[in-house]
């Protein structure tokens, strides 16, 4: 009798343990799940990406609906996270699919430009106005191009433009120290370079090859022949102050970094590109529009990732007006190019239909080669973001972005006479930092910005992108290869190189014929402004 007591007892208790069901979810899956959008919001200008999660045990199909591209998409994830294949292919076939013109930073080209390519082929006939298909490439040249176009330099302000973004793309650690002395000084004197080259003859040298050349003249050759434009006057004369009282070091200073840094740009398939007239860059132009694929060389990237980064910002000049056709500018690995004022351009290119697509590995990469200032703009500005498995700060950003939900709390409590649970709510953190570490290739979470016509009430999502592999395999299979668009010899592109220096050479011997020389009384009097005013009467004006 006192064996099946204890027996019974015994039983009792165990029962109660095993009714609980201790550490059914360790990990803590079920309550981290949410409702998302399962709808399909389809507009003109969306991209739509089918998908599946899962909430309360059951997996459930969704969309994620990218309904407002024109508030920026922040693409985000290490290597191997499927950002390119799973979210940016997407959105290039998408977008050439709804006509959009394009610009396309593939930074291992040509991964990218073949999807762009063969996706225009496909969809060709949607376009009201053909586009034209572009392909700049440093490595092996096709299309030809001057981001210099004197047609496209207005004023001084774009020289100005320029200079810095070509000198803070080739020495990315200047971005941080934008106002200082040394930086600065270089950049004045480069945009002295420029503006003197755009109103040489309504700018008939007027391309970076040609800045190049000319900057690394000698000093007195150089001054004397800047000297003589007026509207570059308050820009070099502080160089030419310290040339003519021989302060060497710090004119050296001044001026070494910026000819050390363009030198690096001396070569000849990079002159070839970059003088020629191929296309221009305005690729929402109405009567003309493009799709223009730039291609970077993940070898070569600090000094290609300076050229383009001039593309880039002389693009976004001409596209960001009212008035133009919807565009689509995609940058794969964007902390590559160095873009300054990116948070100006997706604030202000919403009204203007730009939609601004970026990926990024993470917010450290974008921090060391931006800044943080300008890496903590450019995560929060933008209204879209997608992320792949990415850590530290970064999931911190993101978890705290996406927010809290409800989760339920259960606690237990045993005691010899009884069993007891509670359960309870508790707000917690929808996506935790060590989920979004721990996500697997294709499994993304996120945030979709809506707009006023097509509200979106479930925004955040954490899912696993769908892609049909069998298809997209039969696709690449089928693509069609880049058409040769120009095959250059070694000596046309040595040629050209030869004839740039030549060019430059012959400016000099023209302009330097009744010019002062610097050091002179003359040119004493000039820089220290009490001699005669200039007489400018036979230099050519620039017609705007």
């Known amino acids: 009798m006192t064996g099946y007591l204890l027996i019974l007892t015994g039983g009792t208790r165990l029962s109660r343990l095993l009714k609980i069901n201790l550490g059914k979810d360790i990990f803590n899956n079920e309550n981290e799940t949410f409702p998302q959008e399962e709808r399909l919001i389809d507009n003109e200008y969306s991209v739509n990406l089918p998908a599946r999660y899962t909430f309360k045990g059951k997996v459930r199909a969704s969309w994620i609906n990218f309904v407002n591209l024109f508030r920026g998409l922040l693409v985000i994830g290490t290597p191997g996270a499927g950002k390119t ?15 959009f013109s394009m610009f396309l930073y593939d930074f291992k080209m040509p991964d990218l430009t073949l999807i762009a390519y063969n996706a225009l082929r496909q969809y060709y006939k949607n ?19 001057n981001p210099l176009d004197p047609e496209g330099m207005m004023d001084i302000t774009d020289a100005a433009e320029s200079s810095r973004t070509i000198l803070l793309g080739l020495n990315r650690e200047w971005i941080r120290k934008q106002g200082d002395f040394f930086v600065e000084s270089p950049i004045n004197f480069v945009t002295a370079v420029i503006w003197y080259l755009r109103k040489y003859k309504d ?5 970076l090859p040609h800045v190049i050349e000319l900057i690394q003249a000698d000093y007195d050759q150089l001054f004397r022949v800047l000297q003589m434009e007026p509207e570059i006057e308050v820009l070099v004369n502080p160089f030419i102050s310290a040339f003519i009282n021989e302060a060497t070091d710090q004119l050296e200073g001044q001026i070494a970094s910026a000819k ?13 590109v970059l003088t020629g007239n191929d296309l221009t860059l305005d690729i929402n132009n109405p009567d003309e529009p493009k799709i223009i694929c730039v291609g970077n060389n993940p070898q070569k990237v600090q000094t290609y990732g300076a050229v383009l980064s001039l593309y880039v910002s002389r693009m976004i000049k001409l596209v960001n007006k009212k008035g133009q056709l919807k565009s689509s500018l995609i940058f794969d690995e964007f902390p590559t190019v160095f873009l300054n004022n990116i948070d100006g351009l997706i604030a202000t290119a919403r009204s203007n239909k730009v939609a601004t697509t970026l990926g990024i590995q993470d917010y450290s990469q974008l921090k060391k080669d931006y800044g943080r200032e300008q890496a903590e703009v450019i995560m929060n500005i933008v209204g879209n973001v997608i992320s792949g498995q990415v850590t530290g700060d970064t999931a ?10 409800n989760q339920v709390k259960e606690s237990l409590s045993i005691n010899s006479s009884d069993t007891s649970v509670s359960k309870s709510t508790q707000l917690d953190y929808a996506i935790t930092p060590s989920r979004i570490s721990t996500l697997s290739s294709g499994e993304f979470v996120g945030m979709m910005a809506d707009e006023p016509n097509n509200k979106i009430d479930l925004k955040v999502f954490h899912n696993e992108i769908i892609n049909d592999h069998a298809v997209i ?3 690449e299979a089928a693509y069609k290869p880049l058409p040769d668009i120009r095959t ?48 400018n009467t036979n230099k050519k004006s620039l017609s705007l």
């Not at 050479?505 to 050091?519: M, Q, S, V």
């Open 85 to 99: 294949y799973f979210v940016i292919r997407h959105v290039i076939r998408q977008h050439i699919q709804k006509g």
């Open 260 to 272: 050390i840094g363009l030198g690096r740009l001396s070569s000849p398939k990079i002159y070839y």
């Open 203 to 207: 700018g008939r040298y007027c391309t």
């Open 473 to 475: 395999a039969r696709e």
């Open 127 to 145: 376009y009201q106005v053909k586009p034209g298909f572009f392909v700049i490439d440093l490595d092996q040249p096709k299309h030809r191009c």
């Open 396 to 405: 911190k950003q993101l978890s705290e972005r996406f927010g809290k939900i």
């Open 488 to 535: 250059p010899t070694e000596e046309e592109i040595m040629e050209n190189y030869k004839r740039i220096k030549e060019d430059i050479r012959e400016l000099i011997a023209e302009e330097l014929a009744n010019r002062p020389k610097p050091g002179t009384n003359t040119e004493k009097e000039q820089a220290s402004g009490r001699g005669k005013k200039r007489n």
